[in-house]
């Protein structure tokens, strides 16, 4: 696993499909994609579960304002058909990506073990990247909480 990049560090170039927002039903899509505009990419475990959920409608419920102030991705391991009925259950206007083969999770260093009821496995991290138009990363948000993740993206987007 690659160690996660730091506030200041270039942030992890990566290709992969995003599905929902523009991308409609996928499109192969690259952080070089978007140079010259600020970018968030926030990791979450799985579609449709009670955080993830909460998070994604925080965002959803905010696009109007965050949308002007950022490309924003989803990312997580879940496949295209997944992330299309968790976009079509709760009506999200972003994009999600798919990283079923982990390549992304694993540069951003948040393929990481895991424990619940005292078993370990290996999972995505609730973590989310705010990168700037020239690729630098300028802020990281580990372990974030779903109901605080919009407020403190607005206070690092301005």
Request: glycine share 12%.
């Amino acid at each position: 696993m690659a160690n996660r990049p730091q506030v200041g560090e270039k942030a992890p170039e990566f290709k992969a499909i995003a599905v929902g927002g523009e991308y409609g039903s996928g499109a192969v899509i690259s952080l070089g994609d978007f140079a010259g505009r600020d970018v968030v990419l926030y990791f979450y475990p799985k579609d449709d579960t009670p955080g993830c959920t909460t998070q994604a409608c925080g965002i959803r419920d905010a696009w109007d304002v965050l949308s002007k102030r950022a490309i924003l991705l989803g990312v997580s391991v879940d496949g295209v058909a997944t992330h299309e009925k968790f976009l079509a259950k709760y009506d999200l206007p972003f994009p999600l990506v798919s990283d079923e083969k982990r390549a992304v999770v694993e540069a951003y260093g948040v393929w990481v073990e895991k424990q619940m009821y005292g078993k370990k496995y290996f999972g995505t991290e609730r973590t989310t990247f705010v990168v700037g138009g020239d690729g630098i990363v300028r802020a990281v948000f580990p372990k974030v909480k779903p109901v605080e993740h919009v407020e403190k993206l607005m206070g690092k987007l301005g």
